[in-house]
């Protein structure tokens, strides 16, 4: 009898009801980037000291970079991070972040990358560049780079915003940004910017601009795992 109270029991399991807990994957934080006012017209660069950068432009001249706008005044290279409040950062990426350098200009105006991630160094011109990364917290280098070189790597140990700098030609300038957290982006040209998902907590989400400055909001993502849309909004120092 108390096999066959068995028996019957596993038929009706499937019967059921099963409880199904799930665990929130996380909160998309997105949004957007802008600038208030109409930032300076600028001026192309001078390129006439290196004659075969001023070839090469000689029909697209180059221009600053330092305040890029788009559709509706976007705001282009805003680093926008979880400045407090998030979580262990994981492994470091086995794969580089890429910085080259084309046209007598940087191709990525503004590279983010983890502290200890390497960042791979290509030179794609015909003429020799010296990279010049101006570091204060992390160790200062300058590497002269021929043109058609293999490119090389270096990872950096701590957090800093670093200009960098072509010592060959002044008009070449950009920056690296090295993170301990992977919860970072860069806007592109629409201003927008999408971090990865973020669990439950309170947060201090922050925005670098290399000349309009630093902007901080606090945030608290709930346990339901909805999605928060943060803007922010840089003023033209005109």
């Not at 934080?29 to 192309?44: E, F, H, R």
Request: aromatic fraction near 10%.
């Amino acid at each position: 009898m108390r096999l066959a109270n068995i028996f019957l029991a596993i038929i009706l399991l499937p019967c059921a009801p099963i409880a199904v807990f799930s665990v929130p994957a996380g909160t998309k934080v997105s949004g957007k980037v802008t600038l208030n006012g109409v930032p300076s017209k600028p001026k192309a660069l001078d390129l006439s000291k290196e004659p075969v950068c001023a070839q090469m432009h000689n029909a697209n001249p180059l221009f600053p970079e330092t305040v890029l706008t788009g559709p509706g005044n976007s705001l282009r290279n805003v680093v926008v991070y979880i400045s407090t409040g998030a979580p262990y950062p994981g492994p470091v990426p086995s794969s580089p972040a890429l910085f080259d350098q084309q046209g007598c200009h940087y191709t990525t105006h503004v590279l983010a990358f983890r502290t200890g991630q390497e960042v791979k160094i290509s030179n794609s011109d015909p003429l020799s560049h010296n990279i010049h990364p101006l570091a204060k917290i992390n160790r200062e280098w300058n590497k002269i780079q021929p043109g058609g070189t293999p490119p090389f790597a270096y990872a950096y140990e701590n957090e800093e915003f670093i200009p960098v700098k072509c010592n060959i030609h002044p008009w070449m300038q950009g920056y690296f940004v090295v993170l301990r957290t992977p919860y970072f982006a860069v806007t592109g040209d629409d201003g927008s910017f999408a971090l990865p998902d973020l669990p439950a907590g309170r947060y201090t989400i922050t925005a670098w601009h290399e000349t309009l400055g630093t902007q901080s909001q606090e945030i608290e993502i709930n346990s339901r795992g909805e999605p928060q849309t943060v803007n922010f909004t840089f003023t033209s120092k005109l």
